[in-house]
């Protein structure tokens, strides 16, 4: 089992940036690839973004391009989303999954991000 628990969010004006983070436990973070994940308001849960178990393949939605940089820190079994140029759109939870394959297979319990206008 992995344990993930997300913190850092909150509300920010349009335009302002904030920096999610993951920690995880239980296993060793090294040998899960990472993602960010959120979910609006009587939306689907939407993919943002990913990261390889060892940092080197990053993938982005389109909407956050730019915007958006996912990271990790293997020696503090944390990954994190640094978020700029927030926009309103962009409010949801927030949510990081772990894999090893293709399937996320563990998620935490998710961040409320919130954009003001």
């Known amino acids: 089992q992995v344990q993930l628990v997300e913190s850092g969010g909150g509300l920010v004006q349009a335009g302002g940036s904030l920096r999610l983070s993951c920690a995880a436990s239980?296993?060793?973070?090294?040998?899960?690839?990472m993602g960010w994940f959120r979910q609006a308001p009587e939306k689907e849960r939407e993919f943002v973004a990913a990261i390889s178990s060892g940092g080197a393949v990053r993938n982005y939605a389109d909407s956050v391009k730019g915007r958006f940089t996912i990271s990790r820190d293997n020696a503090k079994n944390t990954a994190y989303l640094q978020m700029n140029s927030l926009k309103p759109e962009d409010t949801a939870v927030y949510y990081c999954?772990?894999?090893?394959?293709?399937?996320?297979?563990?998620w935490g319990q998710g961040t409320q991000v919130t954009v003001s206008s």
């Open positions: 999954a772990a894999r090893q394959l293709v399937s996320w297979q563990y």
């Open positions: 239980g296993r060793p973070f090294s040998n899960y690839g």
